[in-house]
């Protein structure tokens, strides 16, 4: 297993994006798009400061096909990153886990 890590790419629309990926390169959340990399790095910055607390930066939620996933908000409410879809509200729960244990730590490597 590796280390965990924020991934910076650019999307089709040439916005940039990341993806931060747990330390067996599975990605457990995903941003929006962000229209320079400046900002897709406080992005990065914002998730590794909220992920930690679960208190209001989580909110949990069901999609309209029943699937499960989760946001997580920065502290002014602007959603920095959405989850997979899980099957189940536990798999979902252990998701908000992985992001609350990798995101603090995890590196960032530029894509582009």
Excluded: H, W
């Amino acid at each position: 297993m590796g280390n965990p890590k924020f991934e910076i790419k650019k999307r089709k629309d040439n916005e940039f994006m990341f993806n931060l990926k747990a330390g067996n390169g599975e990605v457990i959340l995903t941003s929006e798009g962000y229209a320079s990399k400046q900002g897709c790095k406080n992005g990065i910055d914002s998730v590794k400061t909220n992920a930690p607390d679960d208190d209001d930066d989580y909110e949990r939620k069901v999609a309209s096909n029943g699937k499960y996933y989760f946001t997580l908000k920065a502290q002014n409410g602007e959603v920095i990153g959405k989850s997979e879809m899980y099957t189940t509200t536990s798999a979902r729960d252990k998701g908000i886990e992985s992001v609350q244990k990798n995101a603090p730590s995890a590196d960032t490597v530029d894509l582009i």
